[in-house]
């Protein structure tokens, strides 16, 4: 039964650490920026076709193809950052919903034009597939390795956020922007590059999630709704509340499947309901 | 300013307003599908089936050339098909109403078939009780039950499986293939031992996988929908070790598409499906099938939405042949009622009384042939019917 | 100190003006009836523009005016569509009776979920709002033998409209069921937000801050429009069983609810005739380009966003409405 | 005596360990013109913040013609007669001035939720906006759109909405912040043409200003009451004056 609970525990985690990787750029870019970015799925979205390129077109290793999707899903949005979005950051919330789900139909439109509305299968390197086992227990290869990622990414985030010079500029234009630029910090870079560094994550997010739940041209729908729910029940622009919310939403989910399986659709809805109507701001968030 | 606009919306409108050709000497087909959405790929597979056929066999029958005219959905969305299915009949003036790949749409038009008084051919959605909405329905794909209420009992008496445990999408179709596999199982004296339905959010089986692990049934009974969550449950069982040979792994074929069997890789092997269509059946009419449709798509294999679309083509020219072109949905239904032919699928048969087709349930099994994962028939349950119809009500 | 150049009789006059009907809304009355004698093989799309044009002004009244951004409303179009449907199951098919059923039924939860709505601002209250929405979807899956699953509801049966007029397949019945149903809701919207509790709600949505110093109860006003707009909504999604006969899960889907915020916005918010402007061009759209191109029609609809939001900040109301008084003067 | 409209009783508030309300206690006896100074940072906001209900106080008391009314919130507040203006504009910039008056008013009367009810048939609060705009020379101007308007006639308007709540006891919070020398007077002179039973609480920098018009004159430093007098009174303290200049050059 113990064993049962740690499997459940860490293939929720899992599910949990992948919707983490999904979201955390949303956070920051609708926390730091204030910019309502739905085409945060369709950056995802590239970044697992990109995946899907490397791998068959190419014959490159899938560990090859990590992070060639974080490049990508970086530069073309820094892209439309620099040519379109910023000209929405004044424009009202409304105004960039509407913008940027037009860019999601847009891709998910073009994504079926070239590649097909099937399934994209990938193959993965034999250490990834298959079961770990430890303590009697048989974890998934791939869900370790998603944790670890996950990890790592937290830990680099945290540290570049907190002890480097441009997290301390990203936090600075984020309190005061005029006050940032009077002090000599180039606003538009640093907003270009924290754009780019959060769609980066979101093509990282794309191209993990293959294994996990497939790719097609409607994962940019499909997959916004729970980046959304991670994003406020974590708290916005906070990459632990992002984290612990993932976590606790990717547990709860399997957990509750697990054991109240009639439950097991609502579950994720309750507790995101739960916590905004007790903490709006999210678990972490400071407004 | 309102004025204007609504001036410049009619005549938005105008311009689109197509003239009612109304030849004599064409028959106009309107397909109602879900081109877009989360649907769209039965919808493509089932398109490039309806183009293979009137490739080959020419848009002309009867001496009436066939007119396709397509509308999109974007469903799951039964007021959408309602919809078109007026429009289609008021405004293009079409003859027949066919395409339909998901269960809601083929309900929401039944309505316009039988009060258009129009001839319509079901190609895939699979719940019974759509033939039953209108006499002037025809379908071209199979139920549900009929597949796996036969394969239920085929588990039983034939693969010696004395207890399973059901997994099920949670929704219509998956609910309708857990009863009927029950049904089938339990009346040649299996017992269910377990019992669950999986939400449709994102396909993350691991709990479901656990439970099952737990209750460590003989055989285990999947029914999910294609697209991306086959995979995810094939290598969510075989991470708990719940693959054949330990366990047996029955469903139905959705489970084993290609694209699913490659990204399950080794984990695939053994698991035992049941379809109307097979395409690996070696048969000189499927070969010719499945060679022409690689090569009308890009190296796409067909699947049953493929074939639902082509036996529909071929059911709507055969019977238009019978008519002389009389498109008049009574002509058409008593044309098709009892028709029998030799599909990729093998042999299938209208069935006079619920305009369903009689036709043989594979049982097939992942194996390796020449280095390569694939369905493999292993038995063939012939002359199959619905079991439901005349029992629901 | 000269006596003021406006008088008390001005500000009367000033703000009879504001609630008049303008001639534009007379001539759009008038236009919304052209589709019957020039267009009557597109009645069919017309009933359901009609429809969706309903919903959308009762998201108005809660997002365009009283700044409550709204991702479930779906809930409450599905809750109308399947309380019509369940009742002509039971028996009872007369289609006005079955609206106001309906209407109040979705009224009454609109009620009681606007006491959580109007705790939660932002964020929160759009996710609150979405998450409920995607439960009551997933209840009504889950009560597959009340709503059918996702087979949908099987067996409505709607009597004639006035015992008198079927519903038929060109759709002539329909349209005008949905026309009127829809004229009805706009001119209700229009009392509504040209009352002093209509005034109140714009306060609300210009400076929530401000309202408490007025000594204003306006969670209470909030909670009063939320309970409409449910009602409106409910009544709009039994509009669309009546005049479909069918009921399905669509009818509850996020992609419902979020569709008609697209109409609404890209039709221009706040503004009543905006959110039927909306409803009417994005179908159109659709409709025309999805014919054009069954499988990728909605690449067009995407840019169609995109430029109206780079050139028509306001929505295509807005922005016309202001292109008219540019050229003015 | 006259009869005291609005006192506080040892009321204390903290953010952290920085006390911004450290045991105030004043009292507003009916139609005072009193006005609160104090250097930047004493808390002046912060107690009208307290005495309004947009904060709520760590202890002590707040009482409206002897009524507590610690814990009654902000709108409660307002419709028992305790109405505020905000020194930065608090207003509704799509709306015209006589749109904004006439829907406090309507609030007041408890209208507002007549939502069956054109707007138009609510002749009587037309007319009392018009009254009260014209009273603050905004009548030319009424049916302009809030933003629009000059910033002086934003201020105007800022006290046009408290005074349609018509309020017992009015908090004007620097009403003339931001404006002109020239026109703060003649803003302030409106002021002083209210109705004398209207107990008034404002607060302002310019001692020129606050000689001229209070009666008397609380002092707010720290977050306490260092004084409370008639002008000359603070004008010779001093411990005022000490504080002002201190503050003048502390930082």
Known sequence: MIGNLAIVLFDGLAFGMLLFVLSVGLSVTLGLMNFVNLAHGAFAMLGGYVTVLVTRELGLPFLWSLPAAFIVAALVSVGFERTLFRRLYRAGELNQVLFTIGLVFAASAAAAYVFGTAQQPIQLPQFLRGVTEFAGLRFGSYRIFLIIIALVITGLLVLGLEYTRFGAQIRAAVDNQRAAQGLGIDVDTVFAVTFALGSGLAGLGGALAIEMVGLDPSFGFHYLVYMMIVVSVGGLGSIAGSFVAASLLGIADVAGKYFVPDLGAFMIYLIMIAVLFLRPQGLFGKR | MIARIAAALTLGVGLAFSAQANAQDTVKIGLIMAYSGPFADTANQMQAGIDLYIAQHGDEVAGKKIEIIKKDTGGPKADEAKRLAQELVVRDGVDILAGFTLTPEALGAAGVADQGKKFMVVMNAATSIITEKSPNIVRTSMTIPQLNTAFGKWAFEKAGVKQAYTLVADYAPGHDAEKSFAKGFTDAGGKIVGADTSPMGPPDFSAFVQRIKDASPEAVFVFIPGGAQPPALGKALAQRGLTPPDVKLLAQGELTFPEAIESMGDTAKGIITTFNYTMERDDPTNNAFVKAYREANGGRSPDIYSVGGYDGMHLIYEALKKTGGDTSAEALVEASKGMSWESPRGKMTIDPETRDVIQSVYIREVKEVDGKLQNVVIDEIPEVKDPLHGMAN | MTTPASSTADNHAWLRRQARWSPYELAFWLAVLIPFWVFPTYLTLASQIAITALFAVSVDLVLGYAGIVTLGHAMFFGLGAYAAGLLTKAGWGEPLSGLVLSGLLTALVGLLVSFMIVRVQHLALLMITLGLGLLTAELANSLGWLTGGTDGLQGVDVWPVFNHFEFDLWGYTAYAYALAALFVGVAAARRIVHSSFGLSLRGVRENLNRMPAIGSPWRRHLQIVYTISAGMAGIAGAVLTHTTETVSLDSLSFQRSADVVVMLILGGTGRLYGAILGAAIFMIARDQLSDMNPQYWYFWIGLLLMLVVLFMPKGILGGLSGLLRRLGG | ?251
């Not at chain 4, 006390?19 to 009292?27: F, H, Q, T």
């Not at chain 4, 006290?159 to 020239?182: F, N, Q, R, S, Y």
């Not at chain 4, 007077?185 to 001229?212: Q, R, Y």
């Open chain 4, 1 to 251: 005596m006259s009869e005291i409209m609005l006192a506080t009783q040892s009321v204390r508030k903290s953010f952290g360990s920085l006390e911004v309300a450290r045991d105030v206690s004043i009292e507003l006896p009916r139609g005072a013109r009193h006005a609160l100074i104090g250097p930047n940072g004493a808390g002046k906001t912060t107690l009208i913040n307290l005495i309004t209900g947009q904060l709520a106080p760590d202890g002590g008391r707040i009482l409206l013609e002897g009524v507590d009314i610690t814990h009654a919130p902000v709108a409660a507040r307002v419709r028992r007669g305790l109405t505020r203006t905000f020194q930065i504009n608090t207003l509704f910039p799509d709306l015209t001035p006589l749109e904004s008056v006439v829907m406090a008013i309507c609030e007041r009367e408890g209208k507002a939720a007549q939502f069956w009810r054109p707007l138009t048939s609510h002749g009587d609060a037309i007319d009392e906006a018009h009254e009260i705009l014209a009273r603050l020379r905004l009548a030319d101007e009424a049916t302009r759109t809030t933003r629009h308007l000059p910033y002086g006639k934003q201020r105007l308007l800022e006290i046009a909405l408290a005074l349609a709540t018509k309020p017992k006891v009015l908090l004007l919070d620097e009403p003339a912040a931001g404006v002109p020398k020239d026109e703060s007077a003649m803003l302030f002179s409106v002021i002083d043409a209210l109705p004398e039973d209207m107990t008034i609480l404002f607060i302002e920098h310019d001692m020129s200003i606050v000689f001229t018009f209070a009666s008397r004159i609380i002092v707010l430093v720290a977050g306490g009451v260092l004084l409370e007098a008639d002008p000359d009174t603070v004008r010779s303290d001093p411990r005022v004056r000490e504080v002002y200049l201190g503050s003048a050059h502390g930082h």
